[in-house]
């Protein structure tokens, strides 16, 4: 029997570092000339530290008697997907704060692109021609 690497089927450290994900236009699905972000991966430490912070506030709220409201899941959803991001063509934005990436996954077509990469354990594989 084949002995299994699990070592070259690790993302983490890949999510972290990222990949640069081509944003296309959705309605030629052809690449948007300059228009590159660095994405993390949903393994990424800072991924998952963000959905565990959230989580926990959450929490906090409910123990004070607080329940969500609809707004405050979508805020919640927008910055969990833009902590995604970890960088944005110069210029394409006014500054490099999580602002700006949250005003960048809220536009649904590239939120569903970041998404989509992010969820692509392929890009963050040890070696993959997209992390390195």
């Given at each position: 029997m084949d002995r299994i690497d699990f070592a070259?089927?690790?993302t983490r450290k890949g999510a972290e570092?990222?990949?640069d994900l081509q944003l296309l236009d959705v309605s030629t699905r052809r690449p948007l000339p300059g228009?590159?972000?660095r994405i993390r991966g949903y393994d990424s430490e800072t991924y998952q530290n963000k959905a565990l912070e959230q989580q926990r506030l959450r929490l906090e709220r409910r123990r004070d008697g607080k329940v969500p409201t609809e707004a405050d899941l979508k805020n919640d959803a927008l910055e969990l997907a833009?902590?995604?991001v970890i960088s944005w063509p110069e210029g394409a934005m006014v500054d490099g704060s999580a602002a700006t990436a949250v005003s960048i996954v809220a536009v649904p077509a590239i939120r569903e692109q970041v998404e989509a990469g992010a969820a692509d354990r392929g890009n963050f594989l040890p070696?993959?021609?997209k992390s390195s």
């Amino acid at each position: 029997m084949d002995r299994i690497d699990f070592a070259a089927l690790d993302t983490r450290k890949g999510a972290e570092a990222g990949f640069d994900l081509q944003l296309l236009d959705v309605s030629t699905r052809r690449p948007l000339p300059g228009f590159v972000l660095r994405i993390r991966g949903y393994d990424s430490e800072t991924y998952q530290n963000k959905a565990l912070e959230q989580q926990r506030l959450r929490l906090e709220r409910r123990r004070d008697g607080k329940v969500p409201t609809e707004a405050d899941l979508k805020n919640d959803a927008l910055e969990l997907a833009a902590a995604l991001v970890i960088s944005w063509p110069e210029g394409a934005m006014v500054d490099g704060s999580a602002a700006t990436a949250v005003s960048i996954v809220a536009v649904p077509a590239i939120r569903e692109q970041v998404e989509a990469g992010a969820a692509d354990r392929g890009n963050f594989l040890p070696g993959s021609a997209k992390s390195s």
